[in-house]
Every structure is written in structure tokens, then in C-alpha cells.
């Protein structure tokens, strides 16, 4: 019998997060999630993004603590993060399933932008057609999948 995926409901502001972690400092953004979206945040930032990316390291390093927890539980650690432990139990992997995670219509997220829309994203800030940089329109986001 094949067990049943729990999917992951996020907020908008989980995606836009996700989605410009690579494009423009989100420390604001990340800090404003729930503890639950936090972790989730990072772990699929850990999973689908650079390391390599300055910007993307950036994100992280305001977050660094939570970070090395993550990776401890990674590597069969125990963790005493209520939010890690419940995240294993919701999401029924030690590893914290990220494919389970949907955004507020129910839909998988796309994969991060890549330079082209880190480009165009940039471009739309300095040219004065978005509010901040780093801010694609997630309805934009949703039809480039």
C-alpha cells in the first residue's frame, strides 16, 4: 500500500521569499515567516539554491544557527527544535520532504529563478516597474514554471 504524501500549504510570502532568495537580501521577509515556514524556508533554500551564490550565502548567514541544526538532523542528529521535530512528523521523512511543499493555491513551487530572471528582476527595480528589488510578480513566477 502506498503512503499518502502530507502536503505543506505556504504562505505568498514563503514563496516570494523562496523565489528572490537568490536575487536580493530577505532577511525582513524570513524573519516575518512562522517558525514553521522559517524552517521550511531554509531547508528547501538549502536544497534548491546555490551555495556558491553570494547572494543566496548572504540569506543564510542571519540564519546560521538554525541552519547548522538543520544539517545536524540531516545527518541522523537528534534534534530538542520542536519545529524540526514536528516537521518530521508531518512530513514523515528524517530528511524534512521538500516536494511536499505547495504554495497558497494548492500548486508545487517552481524552481528558483535562474540568472536570466535574477537579471530581469534587478532590472525591473532600477528601472522603477517594481516597489524593491528582488519582488518578480509570484503570478509571473507561476506561468515561467
Known amino acids: 500500500m502506498e503512503k499518502e504524501t502530507t502536503m505543506i500549504k505556504v504562505s505568498d ?13 530577505q532577511e525582513e521577509k524570513i524573519r516575518a515567516l512562522s517558525g514553521k515556514e522559517r524552517a ?25 544557527d538554525e ?25 514523515g521523512d528524517k530528511y524534512i520532504d521538500t516536494d511536499c511543499i505547495v504554495d497558497s493555491s494548492g500548486e508545487k513551487l517552481r524552481n528558483p529563478y535562474d540568472k536570466q530572471e ?4 534587478k532590472i525591473n527595480f532600477i528601472s522603477g ?7 518578480l510578480d509570484i503570478e509571473d513566477s507561476k506561468n515561467n514554471k
Not at 15 to 25: E, P
Open 13 to 25: 510570502d514563503f514563496v516570494s521569499a523562496y523565489l528572490n532568495f537568490n536575487v536580493a537580501n
Open 129 to 135: 516597474s517594481a516597489d524593491e528589488i528582488g519582488t
Open 40 to 64: 521550511l524556508l531554509l531547508i528547501l533554500a538549502l536544497d534548491k539554491h546555490s551555495d556558491e551564490d553570494p547572494v543566496v550565502v548572504g540569506n543564510f548567514l542571519p540564519f546560521k
Open 67 to 91: 541552519v547548522m541544526e538543520i544539517y545536524d538532523v540531516q545527518d541522523d542528529k537528534e534534534t530538542m527544535n520542536e519545529v524540526l521535530i514536528e516537521l518530521i512528523r508531518e512530513t
Open 118 to 121: 535574477v537579471r530581469e528582476a
